[in-house]
């Protein structure tokens, strides 16, 4: 069955503490991965595309791992304000294309 | 300048009635979805929609009918509410169903409650 995983559900951290948001996938046909953050009340908003194993994106304190089966988002040194969830998407070949994982709410204390 | 754009933000109505959510998109994309995030924050694709040719998730009830009057238009129709509709509906958009795989542009959202 296609589908995408992520974890944990929920990520507590002080702030600086830096930490890693797991995606994993299970699709035929990968085209692409997809990162998206979403804060409360508001649409998604992209932030990175991966194509193919091996390929990393950085972006501020963000960086975007990408291996055949999972997905990693590293996030250095966090600020309050990168609280919000996180949500990896797959678009792929077989079935209706695109499949979003539930997300990872990450919460940053001062 | 929104980017995507959605109305209304709010629909609270009864069971059993017809309503409609519009989406507008200024960036001159091809392509536009419906997607539903429900309460378990799950977002489930449910029509895209490529120069006037419809892809239907399969697993969407019939109750549902999008409507583009034009490439930068997509709104969504939906007949004889549930309980089970209650949700948030995003509209999004992207350059290229194809190629390079793009990056979808969402709207702020409708949220639904079905009374």
């Known amino acids: 069955e296609d589908q995408v995983t992520q974890s944990p559900e929920a990520l507590r951290l002080q702030e600086g503490e830096s930490s890693s948001l797991n995606c994993s996938y299970t699709?035929?046909?990968?085209?692409?991965l997809f990162w998206y953050r979403q804060d409360p009340g508001k649409g998604p908003e992209f932030l990175f595309t991966?194509?193919?194993a091996g390929e990393e994106k950085e972006k501020e304190r963000l960086k975007a791992t990408l291996t055949k089966k999972e997905s990693f988002l590293h996030i250095t040194a966090p600020k309050p304000e990168d609280s919000a969830t996180y949500l990896c998407?797959?678009?792929?070949?077989?079935?209706?294309?695109?499949?979003f994982g539930a997300g990872t709410r990450l919460f940053v204390k001062a | 300048d929104t980017a995507v754009s959605q109305t209304p933000k709010y629909l609270v109505t009864q069971m059993g009635n017809d309503k409609s959510i519009k989406c507008e998109q200024n960036l001159g994309h091809d392509t536009m979805y419906w997607y539903k995030q429900d309460s378990k924050k799950f977002l489930k694709i449910m029509f895209s929609y490529n120069n006037k040719e419809l892809i239907i998730n399969e697993t969407v009830p019939n109750r549902f009918s999008p409507k583009s009057p034009d490439k930068a238009h997509l709104n969504l129709h939906i007949n004889s509410l549930e309980l089970g509709d209650s949700a948030v509906y995003f509209c999004?958009?992207?350059?290229?169903?194809?190629?390079?795989?793009?990056?979808?542009?969402f709207g702020p959202g409708t949220r639904l409650t079905v009374l």
């Open positions: 998407a797959v678009e792929y070949t077989g079935g209706f294309k695109t499949i």
């Open positions: 999004a958009s992207s350059q290229d169903e194809d190629r390079p795989y793009n990056e979808q542009f």
């Open positions: 991966l194509y193919s």
């Open positions: 699709v035929s046909g990968l085209r692409g």
